[in-house]
């Protein structure tokens, strides 16, 4: 069976994926009060089935999530000081250079010393960690839509969970940001674009699709990079717990939407592919920082294509999806419906990652270890 095709244009309002012009016409704005306000309308769904266990895999993973809470206020060194001047120049010093890497000939990046360098790295972490944070409060209100939305009790055990870990997430990047750094930026557009689209859908398996798998798996990977590379101690630490709770709230996507997405035809597979599709390219747009050019008084369209041409950018791009893709396939959503989505990733530059080891087992194998060895995983 066949589904019709969705155009680029219309799945993400370009027909090219690297169509600069059309990526950076994508600009977000200020809420005067404070606030922003994405109407939703889906069912609250009462179960009257309080058996406990019949999912079983669900079940084991409330358990450990009833066992792995974490007080971010006691548990983190947060006398750690932090000099965020020294520790970009430390990173520029492990890369071989601040622009190693980049042709910035004939660029306004041509003229810059050490100072606007330094000044760049302390606005790029200043914004990455924002955008971790607003993320972390999407997936707080969306884990708090899936407790209602749901309809079996093990799913709304173990969200419950999950609404907790996403507090205490949003609570530890805020104290970072506002303690050990030096700003605040506001909501990336692209990001706020797919956070729109996964509150306001009325179907409880969408929101797990677009943040369970698509957003916590891109986060996870984020995290772990940066993991690897930060010489900030109170940062690793803060990000080793936040990923083992991101592992366990991935593969409680995996749980859940395998179970289910058994049940759809291939018209309903389709339209989650393209929904998967949509929120890649939304994730990949994100990373381009567009805001820190404009905040630096940098043109972004001027840089960008720089950027861009970077001979490890596409590999650093590529890797922030080595946990969404064997994810999808363990879905069944990268060969569904002829198989449109592997195709898309193709195109993306991913595909690679397939064979990768999904969440669901990579988490198993991580809380299989002691807790002593499993804060050096």
């Known amino acids: 069976m066949t589904t019709e095709m969705s155009s ?6 370009r027909q090219e994926l690297d169509d600069l012009e059309a990526i950076l016409s994508v600009v977000g704005t200020e809420d005067v009060d404070g606030r922003h306000v994405v109407p939703s309308n889906y069912d609250s769904i009462f179960t009257w089935d309080y058996q406990k266990g019949a999912r079983p895999k669900l079940n084991k993973l409330y358990e450990k999530a009833k066992n792995a809470q974490w007080n971010g206020e006691t548990d983190l060194p947060w006398d750690t000081d932090v000099d965020q001047e020294k520790l970009v120049v430390e990173a520029a010093a492990a890369q071989g250079g601040f622009a190693a890497g980049f042709d910035i000939s004939g660029t306004p990046l041509a003229t ?18 924002s955008q971790f944070l607003h993320g972390e409060q999407g997936a707080l209100i969306c884990t708090a839509k899936i407790v209602e939305s749901v309809p079996w009790i093990d799913a709304k055990y173990y969200a419950s969970t999950q609404v907790m870990d ?13 303690e050990k750094l030096s700003g605040h930026y506001p909501l990336n557009a692209h990001l706020g674009m797919l956070l729109d689209d996964i509150i306001s859908d009325s179907r409880w398996d969408m929101t797990y699709l677009g943040m ?7 986060a996870l990977a984020a995290f772990g990079l940066l993991h690897g590379t930060t010489q900030d101690p109170l940062l690793k630490k803060l990000l080793r717990y936040v990923m083992a709770d991101e592992a366990r709230h991935v593969a409680f996507g ?18 989650r592919q393209e929904f998967a599709f949509e929120a890649a390219v939304r994730m990949r747009d994100r990373f381009l920082q567009q805001e820190v050019w404009d905040r630096m008084g940098v043109e972004p369209k001027t840089i960008l294509p720089v950027v861009l041409a970077a001979p490890d950018r596409n590999e650093f791009q590529a890797l922030l999806f080595s946990k969404i893709v064997p994810n999808c396939r363990k879905l069944g959503l990268l060969d569904a419906a002829d198989g449109w989505l592997r195709t898309k990733f193709t195109e993306l530059g991913v595909i690679e990652f397939e064979s990768a080891v999904d969440t669901s087992e990579e988490y198993d194998a991580m809380a299989a270890l002691p807790p002593t060895q499993r804060e050096l995983v």
């Open 8 to 13: 680029n244009e219309e799945l993400i309002g």
């Open 112 to 129: 810059w010393g050490e100072k606007e360098w330094i000044a760049f790295g302390v606005e790029s972490q200043n914004w990455l960690l």
């Open 166 to 178: 996403e507090a205490r997430h949003v609570e530890v990047f805020a104290k970072y940001l506002d």
């Open 212 to 218: 369970q798998i698509m957003i916590e798996g891109l």
């Open 254 to 271: 995996v749980l859940s939407l395998q179970e289910y997405y058994q049940g759809l035809n291939a018209a309903e597979l389709r339209e």
